[in-house]
Nanobody, 119 residues
């Protein structure tokens, strides 16, 4: 059974950091690219970062977020620094066979983890 499970979300003050994890099971992570997306109520799911042959970031994430992966542990991470209130969202990881910023190109999805940036 294919599963992606996110963890590491929570409440953090502006300027703080969080590290999200995405644990994959039921498929070989090496063969897939992983993307992180986020969504707030009433808005479309937004691309954040992607890890495949190379890494890509949304402009809002560049310089603050870092995506990394440990294929041996079947886990992808999103290190988020200098967090801002506008980063508040549910964060999802997803698997795709290629790079894309379009969430409809992703095959497998996790259930999401809430990140709240507030003082």
């Amino acid at each position: 059974q294919v599963q992606l499970v996110e963890s590491g979300g929570g409440l953090v003050q502006p300027g703080g950091s969080l590290r999200l994890s995405c644990a994959a099971s039921g498929f070989t992570l090496d063969y897939y690219a992983i993307g992180w997306f986020r969504q707030v109520p009433g808005k479309e799911r937004e691309f954040v970062a992607h890890s495949g042959g190379t890494t890509y970031y949304a402009d809002s994430a560049k310089g603050r977020f870092t995506i990394s992966r440990d294929n041996a542990k079947s886990t992808v991470y999103l290190q988020m620094n200098s967090l801002k209130p506008e980063d508040t969202a549910v964060y999802y990881c997803a698997a795709s066979t290629r790079f894309s910023r379009d969430y409809s190109d992703y095959i497998y999805w996790g259930q999401g983890t809430q990140v709240t940036v507030s003082s």
